[in-house]
């Protein structure tokens, strides 16, 4: 309940997903596992970590063109790679673009998703109905 305030006055939607669905949760997954490669990619060369974790951050989103740098501080990160002064001035990107584009990149899952799925049969009134107690 503290949480749903919190999220409320900060004016962010906080999402949820069952913890054993894991589709719901892949692209944490998948961040997790990129993260952990990246670590122990960085010991094996003895890299310094923050620096890797920097370029990472700095990595441009797909199709949104901004680094999640970029999203957070609304400029572009000094890093290894050369880049124009000009770049790295602040610039705000517009909150409607960031959302116009996430809605059409889970729209596009959303097509390829529902491509492989059918609806369920309609449930009749008294007929009987198993699940398992653990979410399995």
Known sequence: MEFKRFSKDWDFMHGTSSPKYLQGNG???RSVQTIKTMLKKAAASKQDLYKCLLIY???PIDDLGASPA????SRRVRTNSPVS??????????RR???DSLKKRQASKAKYYDAHTKPLPKLRIGESVRMNRDGN
Request: charged content about 25%; glycine content about 0%.
């Open 97 to 99: 673009k960031v959302q």
């Open 27 to 29: 692209l944490a997954e």
């Open 70 to 73: 970029q999203l957070l501080m």
């Open 85 to 94: 002064e000009k770049l790295l001035h602040p610039e705000s990107l517009s």
């Open 57 to 59: 951050r700095s990595t």
